[in-house]
């Protein structure tokens, strides 16, 4: 990777506002792929757009739902290129686990990118960046897209 690995995306990735309420299941905007995310996007929104780009596709999941999937993604230990990562701050009682995690894509050591309200834009990040604040401290684990889910 570049040592700016926003660089390598096209502008409709790197270009990104950050817009909560437009997240995996969200009404997609009208005549527009649902991982469409040229209005802005929730980090999980980005993230699929981003693994997309890279001939990935990943259901519609919402962080929880991520975290437990086994059908589309299996756990990867240590993380690899393209591997979505989720970090949060602790387990929330009477949640699943995963619930209300952060959702970015592991490009190689220590270098994370993401969407978050904070930075507003796509941002690339260590994991001490994450780790230094408080609601991403805990990294939850990585997931990744089985072959099965790869696009072809």
Same mark, same amino acid.
């Given at each position: 990777?570049?040592?700016?690995? %926003?660089?390598? %995306?096209?502008?409709? $990735?790197?270009?990104?506002?950050? &817009?909560?309420?437009? =997240? /995996?299941?969200? !009404?997609? +905007? /009208?005549?527009?792929?649902?991982? @469409?995310?040229? *209005?802005?996007?929730?980090?999980? %929104?980005?993230?699929?757009?981003? +693994?997309? =780009?890279?001939?990935? #596709?990943?259901?519609?999941?919402?962080?929880? #739902?991520?975290?437990?999937?086994?059908?589309?993604?299996?756990?990867? *230990? /240590?993380?690899?290129?393209?591997?979505?990562?989720?970090? @949060?701050?602790? *387990?929330?009682?009477?949640? /699943?686990?995963?619930?209300?995690? =952060?959702?970015?894509? =592991? $490009?190689?050591?220590?270098?994370? +990118?993401? $969407?978050?309200? #904070?930075?507003?834009?796509?941002?690339?990040?260590?994991?001490?960046?994450?780790?230094?604040?408080?609601?991403?401290?805990?990294?939850?684990? &990585?997931?990744?897209?089985?072959?099965?889910?790869? !696009?072809?």
């Amino acid at each position: 990777m570049p040592s700016d690995p %926003l660089s390598r %995306l096209p502008a409709a $990735l790197r270009d990104v506002p950050y &817009a909560g309420a437009r =997240h /995996p299941g969200a !009404s997609p +905007l /009208p005549g527009r792929h649902p991982y @469409d995310v040229t *209005e802005g996007a929730n980090c999980q %929104l980005y993230a699929y757009a981003v +693994l997309r =780009h890279f001939g990935r #596709e990943v259901p519609p999941l919402r962080s929880a #739902e991520l975290w437990a999937d086994t059908a589309a993604t299996v756990r990867a *230990e /240590p993380p690899g290129p393209l591997d979505l990562v989720l970090f @949060d701050a602790g *387990e929330v009682p009477g949640q /699943p686990a995963g619930y209300g995690a =952060h959702v970015g894509v =592991h $490009l190689a050591p220590d270098q994370v +990118l993401h $969407l978050c309200r #904070e930075a507003g834009q796509p941002a690339v990040w260590s994991y001490a960046d994450f780790a230094g604040r408080a609601r991403y401290a805990r990294f939850l684990g &990585a997931k990744r897209v089985r072959d099965a889910a790869v !696009s072809r």
